[in-house]
């Protein structure tokens, strides 16, 4: 516990050398730092192969392996996303609103950092570049919690980068890595809100659930999607069949990705057959109520499955008899993340994006678009799934608070 | 605890409903609920006559007995303030940005209500009707948990406005009260993080810390302020004596007070015997370092002086040689609420505003400013010294979140 105090402390301490570096400064590390892990390529390779051996050894699933492999183009892309963020216009020290009210104050809302941000991953070694990345570009200090199963990976990485801020004349301490990943370390990392002013954990639903349970730091919830796309009595079919399937099998592993699907009752017959005949093509395995396998056959589904994120070729379906229907049972089971209409009908469009309650609402588009990268923000630190601070894809502007500079001329409240 | 859960459920229940009332109805209902509130003067005032007793008994100090108090200019006073809250916009439904990515999807970021607000607070009924205007207007549901001390007065507020709520169609649940004034109810009440969106403690320091480390719900952090105002070398003495007198005695129970002062060295022999001169007439008590009580006689500061919120009629002192001294000091031991200069040597006024980390930042006027209707916001649910989300004084706009509104015309993600 004494190692997580002294990072705690020297994260604080960096946090006011961070919070006044330049722009220009800051786009002159984030590049070198891009060609030093280029450079190092050999040694961060090195440390990723005992990761790797490691995990073989104890019978890591192949799935988990390839999230954990390090090659020279995987590296590359780490370099080019700090390259990338490099070219992101820097959001500190921008003017929000400004503001004279009648006691003659002349009041800036002003972007500033949030100050140190905690991030809390599992065995993807390339989320430690890239929250580097995002967190200096806002002249944020990062401490860093990454999974055990890569730990040698990780830890050549943020040497590399503090080598980097090292030679550049920036505090090392702008990155820290927790090297002690044991779950009682992580407990106590929760609770260190005297040093950190944000956490945000990235990975599965059971790590964010226990960092929401335990964390004493104010907590940005990502992650879980259960997606819908409701085809409505009004839709374009093959449109809808297209979205569906694009939503359901272009990337099964996706947050964004749909896991159940609400038909109405006025075109099921119509639909249901074009859509599973399409479906088909990848062997998702539909499960449906009644209505649903009354018209092309599948498993019945049980009350389970209208809340589950299958991350998997599997589809969940319901019938109902109106928008309103829809929109209700969205509403129960979804978890704030993104919700698609299939509709010509204006009215219904209009009605379904103000009703649902998630933080991206399309019409007539697949639910894959909620990515940071997509919404046009350069980069995305993750995606919010809770209402406070930040919702959705979340890019730079997510990784600053604001504060009020006040120019008086003596102003004493009466 | 069962009660809480119903509580809870009803909440969420009405959410969606409110989420969809026009500016309208809601201004309609906080305008009908100004009206009963002074209709049932006699009614609210019984059950606050009840509170009044019982605190007397208990031997409740003159202060929190004058906090509990109403009387029909203060139920005036909560009316008139649903009044005004009925006259500001409404910021749900605004359109805060718009985004046309490459993609072809046009994106709308629009506001919402974060959904259902809980606020836990002490023994101020004026708050319950204050709460739930500014959550009703911005389309949230309140639960509310107020202080035992004011359980009559809050439970006949509550009942006026739930009675407006259903005469005029809307669900009454849009508020509750918590009954159960126990700890234990206090504490499953901050693990509901799946009825409640946020969270927001009102009080004392002890109640907010308590708050912090054990809710499960997303919390903004209000309240204390550890407040310093810097008299800089180039500063205008008589200046600085009106700001330093109006922010440490215009109201000394107050988070915006100031509670500590730095001086420059050279200045210090001038100023210091005006100042102390002037917060005679208040009976206003020094404490200061070695420096400070070598030019005026004073108590000696200790440690724990400098990170104290007085509250009270002491200011704590201490001298520095430079801008950046002081700035460091203030960044030590400040709550991130409010800090001012006093100089007129723009630089070093930039260098502070830059460099000195709180919500309000002030050159040349009092920290007594930094409150909702000072900054025009019309109105306040609390002051937040967290940098999540909301930080400073929070109006109608720190009640809302946002969801992205898309529309596509068919787009899959390739």
Known sequence: MEGLERIGQQAKEAEPLLRILTEEKKNQ??????????????????????????????????????????????????????????????????????????????????????????????????????????????????????????????????EVLREVLKSCGCPPCAISLLTDTSRETAAEFMKLNRYIDVLIPRGSAGLISTVVENSTIPVIETGSGNCHIYVDEAADLSMAVEIVYNAKTQRIGVCNACESLIVHEKIKDAFLPLLARQLSEKQVELRGDERAYGVVPMKEATETDWGMEYLDYILSVKVVDSLSQAIHHINRYNTGHSEAIITEDKNHAEQFLREVDAAAVYVNASTRFTDGFEFGFGAEIGISTQKLHARGPMGLEALTSYKYQIYGNGQVRG
Chains 1, 2 share one sequence.
């Open 29 to 158: 590390v984030l590049n070198q730092a891009a060609e030093a892990l280029i450079a190092h390529t050999g040694r961060i390779l090195e440390a990723n192969q005992r990761d790797m051996d490691n995990g073989r050894e104890r019978g890591m699933k192949a799935g988990l392996l390839d999230r954990l492999l390090l090659t020279p183009e995987r590296i590359e892309g780490m370099a080019e996303g700090l390259r990338q963020i490099a070219e992101l216009s820097d959001p500190i020290g921008q003017v929000v609103k400004e503001m004279t009210p009648a006691n003659g104050l002349k009041i800036r809302q002003v972007r500033v950092p949030l100050g140190v941000v905690g991030i809390i991953y599992e065995a993807r070694p390339n989320v430690t570049a890239d929250a580097f990345g995002l967190c200096f570009k806002t002249g944020n200090v990062v401490v860093l919690r990454g999974g055990s199963d890569a730990i040698h990976s990780n830890e050549a990485i943020v």
